[in-house]
């Protein structure tokens, strides 16, 4: 909210400077997001009378002896064509900072700083100013807007300082209006806020005015949509004369921002910063049907705003019409064929409130934003409809620019414009706080904010200004004493009447952070990705149509295509996260995400998702290999205390010979393995990657199971190494799971060599394995162990034709 | 003494200049020293040849012979021993300036991190850690956290939803109304988690992360919440941080307030971080608003609470000083393995 110190102190009288207010501010819950002097790039320009000016021959330069009261008498040149003897001018010393202009004068490029100069051989020592070079526009000061010197009074003061008398010593506050103070949204709503914190009088605006006569007999105002529109309030002007408004109100306008018009709008802009309330003004000739009517637009209706657009409307949105025709889209934009010309006569006024939410919805549809609509989005209230419009009577006598007549119509199905009644326990706002506020700060400040309070006993009696719509409950006062009482009132405690808690992670959190830990331990990084993933990612992966992976959530309404689904396997955004460091020339490294895969039951979704937590394991480089991946599985197998089994499996975007399902007691967890290498090739990999995605939701039944200690062997263990020559078909899993049921003394098994080559059958392997045993009540003697290896040589035979090596 | 004794003496003596490793006088020594089969040992033997008085003599010198060959061939040792151990050092003289070999260990992410701190410092206040759901309906994201659909706060947050009824939730304050719905105070939880916000530049990112706090039991106030912030900002900005409550608002609080806190890196004197004013602001918070409690049949007449919410990215970027939110969720090694504890 862009808020002028000169127009804030139309309403109070502001005695602090404006770093102090700047604080006040603060402290009562309105942040000054930026504060700044109106001249802040100005400095040394001061008034200066010409006393004599001759022209330079053969130039359109003069050479002027100025002279600048106490500042002295300067040899200045000047190229300004209505430079002339006796005119007072703004005249820039040496050192003196103003805007740099282009050739055409007109355009800002910067600021400058003034030096001696020399102009055709004439030293000059400073420089005459134009308006532009001060930053000051015609509406901002008459006659500044001339592409030439900015002409002072001729009764302003040789050698005093410009920057008053040209309104640059003013202060502009832009101030963060917080959603619930939608009041506050007007300079005259935070000029209440800043005399309630200072505790000053507020000013009310001049709201009289005398009505004539005139009236428009019949006239009606209809309201077909009342939820959208709880109040719509006309009245009627004749008499009315286009014109130029007063400058003290072009330049206010000028101050937040906007252009003068003509009078007539000019008071509806003005009144829309001053209150806070969009107003529109109709050229009354143009309204056909002596009536006005809101309602809903009928699908595919147009009209032609004030900017010559042509939109198409729908039933969502919401139009002022006259007995036949559309004039304005509600809250948006007037329609161009009602707009107020230079031959307006005759006027009708509109104030009225329409549900934000609406006109929220109806600007981003159509893609119109105005102040307006802008305004309205923020929502207003029915006490501003009526106070805004007597304001618009007024300013319509001030400015001399027409004459109120008799006709007002006001439709009201909103909420009341008189204060409300509202008893609160003054007991339950202090416990809210926790501390006593004393009663007569608390009378002092709901006085100061306009709630007329009493209290009676425990009783605090208010009553709530209508335009106070966010005021409901004890919790509200309790706000508003202690935002002006001063937060440094709050003594810390710590919760002396509530029961003592014990916090802490549950078994899922405490199970996912020590996975995450094992994970680094391996050298991984832990890695956050997007939610969201793209179609693309989909494709990338070659999720076939029927997998219910490809039955991902859409967003309806995504930033980008790239992040539109919600995700279903983790594994698109840790491939892209690897192509992302190759790129950048991590060759090799290490990644992991613990995140959540989003599975629908249906779609459109009718009830929540499963959210499904996952682990996605991502390793890359010259080193890693299908059984490095391998390892970091059996790290987390060991991890949760499980065994982790594993079955060769293929899938659509990993190698078909190079991928393992992942098992655990029986049930599928998940799969690994190497990277596709046409994928790998589509992303510009360097170095092998390899993907592990588990299914922690499933991993989560075994987050109890405890590390279990084993008893050490009472008795020695015996080891025997046994070199096998089996079929190159034969894997070593299927070796070790035959000996392993062939005798139950076995407690590990080791793979210490693989041979194949000229010593052996070209079609045979040779696997050197040492295996140990481990007694269980008796010691073991050399022939028992003897005994069962024999054993296990036989069952292998027996099996796969596994045999000795020789 | 017997020339046959000086003559090994000489023997030794003369062999030993010719060793030149502790093998090779290990070897010398046995030749000589070796139980009863060295030369010296063999000495003994010839006992029987000497003659009866010239025995108690020899006896000596043999025994005399065996003590210095012992001494010096012993001694030999310790010296050969050393000189080997020098030459081996030397033998392994490095370049120790050549890279260190890497230590292969990974980082959790500066999320990860800064959410564990503060689940540290919480859950010592007793509070139970609650991860609520990512895919919320507008009923537990708005409605019941006193935000109905025409609600200015609505225009807040840019929502991403997935059907009329479901969204992305936009703050984790949604968990909180099924804790409420679900048990009866005292509540003490915080609700860390992903939310998601139709928004992109380079200090928002649609994706990040929140923690929520929230407090219910009797007697709860906004003395409480300032004693609370008080403990936690000392935890995690040092004992010397002080906290400042100011006005602000959130629907599903009131009062609200914005929390600041001295700024850390100048201790409130201005800095570059804390643009100049010596605070910087941490959290959003106030007293639980009293629909908010009635939505979930709690008595607001008997219980009052707190909540407060964290930013988790902000206070990562703070504390590494990144100023892209982006660099933590594009998985940049570079990146990554800077931002360890």
């Known amino acids: 909210m862009i808020t002028p110190l000169s127009w804030l102190k139309e309403y109070v009288d502001i005695d602090i400077t404006p770093q102090e207010l700047q604080d006040k501010l603060f402290s009562c819950g309105f942040e000054v997001e930026e504060l700044y002097e109106v001249g802040k790039d100005i400095s040394k320009v001061v008034v200066g009378k010409v006393m004599t000016c001759e022209p330079i021959p053969e130039t359109h330069l003069h050479v002027c002896q100025v002279d600048c009261g ?58 005459l100013c134009s308006g532009v070079e001060l930053g000051v526009s015609e509406n901002m000061f008459p006659g500044a807007g001339y592409n030439g010197l900015l002409v002072l009074p001729e009764d302003a003061e040789i050698g005093a300082d410009v920057k008053p008398m040209l309104g640059l010593d003013d202060w502009i506050f832009d101030i963060a209006i917080t959603a619930n103070r939608p009041d506050c949204q007007s300079i005259f709503g935070i000029a209440r806020e800043v005399a309630a914190v200072l505790g000053k009088e507020l000013k009310m605006p001049a709201l009289d005015y005398t009505e004539t006569d005139a009236e ?25 004369t286009i014109g130029e408004s007063p400058a003290w109100m072009k330049r206010r306008l000028a101050l ?83 707009e107020i010309r230079e031959t307006t006569s005759a006027v009708l006024f509109e104030s009225a409130k329409f549900a934000r939410d609406n006109i929220r919805r109806t600007s981003r549809a159509v893609g119109k934003r105005s102040d307006s609509s802008a305004r309205y989005e923020k929502g207003v209230d029915e006490y501003a409809t009526v106070m805004a419009m007597k304001r618009a009577l007024h300013l319509i006598e001030e400015l001399g620019c027409g004459k109120v007549a008799k006709t007002h119509v006001d439709v009201n199905t909103g909420n009341s414009v008189e204060p409300r009644a509202l008893t609160v326990s003054i007991d339950r706002v202090n416990k809210c706080l926790g501390i006593v506020v004393p009663n007569e700060e608390i009378l002092k400040i709901m006085t100061n904010l306009c709630f007329e309070p009493s209290i009676d006993g425990d009783d605090l009696k208010l009553m709530v200004p209508a335009y106070r719509e966010d005021v409901e409950t004890y919790q509200d006062i309790a706000e508003e004493v202690i935002r002006m009482y001063g937060y440094e009132h709050v003594v810390p405690a710590f919760m002396p009447s509530a029961q003592v808690t014990i916090g802490g992670l549950n078994q899922v959190q405490k199970t996912e952070l020590r996975l995450k830990k094992a994970l680094c331990s391996a050298g991984a990084y832990e890695c956050i990705h997007y939610s969201f993933f793209s179609p693309a990612d989909l494709d990338m992966l070659r999720i076939p149509e029927e997998a219910a992976e490809r039955n991902a959530i859409r967003i309806m309404n995504p930033i ?90 293929s899938n659509t ?73 089996a079929d190159r078909s034969i894997t070593c899993g299927e070796i070790e799971k035959v000996m392993k049921e062939s005798c139950k003394y076995i407690s590990k098994i080791t793979l210490f060599d693989i041979y194949e080559g000229e010593q052996i059958a070209a079609d045979k392997k040779s696997m050197a394995f040492t295996v140990v045993f481990t007694p269980k009540n008796e010691a073991f003697t050399a022939e028992s162990v003897d005994g069962y290896v024999k054993k296990i040589l036989k069952q292998l035979g027996k099996a796969y034709g596994v045999e000795l090596r020789s | 003494m017997n020339a046959n004794l000086e003559q090994i003496k000489q023997e030794i003596i003369s062999g030993a200049e010719e060793l030149t490793s502790s093998k090779e006088v290990y070897e010398f020594k046995k030749k000589f020293l070796d139980g009863k089969a060295g030369k010296i040992g063999m000495l003994m033997k010839e006992m ?5 008085q010239e025995r108690a003599a020899y006896g000596k010198g043999v025994n005399e012979l065996k003590e ?68 919320e309906t507008d009923y537990y994201n708005f409605t019941a956290l006193n935000t109905p659909q025409d609600h200015p706060a609505r225009d807040m947050q840019d929502t991403f939803y997935l059907s009329p009824e479901f969204l992305l939730r936009t703050q984790t304050s949604a968990g909180q109304i099924h804790v409420m719905e679900n048990s009866k105070p005292p509540i003490k939880i915080l609700s860390p988690g992903k939310v998601f916000r139709s928004d992109d530049d ?20 906004l003395c409480d919440l300032q004693g609370m912030l008080d403990v936690f900002v000392k935890k995690i900005y040092g004992e010397g941080t002080k906290t400042r409550l100011r006005p602000s608002y959130f629907p599903f609080t009131e009062p609200s307030v914005e929390v600041d806190c001295s700024c850390f890196e100048c201790g409130g004197t201005g800095c570059k971080l804390c643009k100049g004013t010596g605070w910087i602001e941490i959290l959003g918070a106030g007293v639980v608003n009293n629909k908010v409690l009635e939505n979930c049949g709690i008595d607001p007449n008997e219980y009052s609470g707190f909540a407060f919410g964290i930013g988790i990215e902000r206070t990562a970027m703070l504390k590494y000083g990144i100023n892209n939110i982006k660099l933590l969720f594009e998985s940049d090694l570079r990146v990554l393995s800077q931002l360890n504890d």
């Open chain 2, 68 to 135: 210095w060959a012992l001494g010096f061939l012993g001694e030999l040792d310790v010296k050969m021993k050393e000189k080997e151990l020098q030459a081996r050092y030397e033998a392994e003289k490095i370049d120790i300036s050549l890279p260190a070999a890497e230590e292969k260990e990974g980082n959790l992410h500066p999320i990860t991190l800064v959410r564990n701190q503060l689940i540290d410092i919480f859950s010592g206040m007793g509070f139970e850690i609650y991860e609520g759901r990512e895919i």
């Open chain 1, 653 to 725: 975007f990993l190698h078909p010979y190079q991928t393992a399902k992942v098992l655990c007691e029986g049930n599928e967890v998940g799969y690994f393995g190497k990277l596709a290498y046409d994928i790998a090739d589509a992303k510009d990999l360097r170095t092998p990657a390899f993907v592990m995605e588990l299914d922690l939701k499933v991993l989560s039944q075994w987050y109890d199971k405890k590390a279990v200690f084993t008893p050490l062997p009472k008795f020695p263990e015996e080891s025997r190494d046994l070199a096998l020559v």
């Open chain 2, 48 to 52: 029987k040849n000497i003659a009866p």
């Open chain 1, 216 to 240: 428009l007999s019949g006239f009606k105002v209809s309201v077909d949509c009342p939820d959208l529109c709880p109040r719509y309030s006309a009245h009627y002007v004749t008499d009315v």
């Open chain 1, 256 to 338: 937040v921002g906007i252009d003068a018009i003509s009078n007539v709008v000019d008071i509806t802009n003005y009144i829309l910063k001053e209150l806070g309330q969009p107003m529109h003004a109709f050229d009354l000739s143009t309204l056909e049907g002596n009536a006005i009517n809101v309602r809903r637009a009928a699908d595919g209706e147009k009209i032609v705003t004030l900017d010559e657009q042509e939109l198409t409307l729908n039933n969502a949105n919401m139009v002022i019409c006259d007995g036949v025709k559309p004039v304005a889209l509600a809250g948006v934009m007037g329609g161009l064929n009602s």
């Open chain 1, 560 to 649: 980008s295509e790239e992040i539109s689904l919600m995700r279903t396997t983790l594994a698109a955004s840790m491939i892209n996260a690897i192509a992302r460091n190759q790129k950048k020339g991590n060759l090799a490294g290490r990644l992991f995400e613990i995140g959540n895969v989003y599975m629908p039951y249906e779609l459109p979704l009718t009830q929540y998702p499963d959210e499904k937590a996952r682990l996605c394991v991502g390793i890359f480089g010259e080193n890693e290999s299908f059984y490095t991946m391998k390892g970091l599985a059996q790290k987390i197998a060991e991890t949760l205390h499980v065994t982790f089994e594993y079955e060769a499996m």
């Open chain 2, 202 to 221: 380079a200090t928002h990112s649609p994706m990040f992360t929140q923690m929520e706090g929230l407090v219910v039991d009797k007697g709860i106030t």
């Open chain 1, 70 to 127: 106490e500042h002295g008498t300067f040899q200045i040149c000047c190229g300004a064509d209505n430079v002339a003897t006796g005119g007072k001018f703004p005249v820039a010393l040496v050192g003196a900072t103003v805007y740099a202009t282009a050739k055409d004068h007109k355009t800002v490029e910067g600021v400058m700083t003034i030096g001696k100069g020399k102009l055709r051989g004439y030293e000059s020592f400073g420089m």
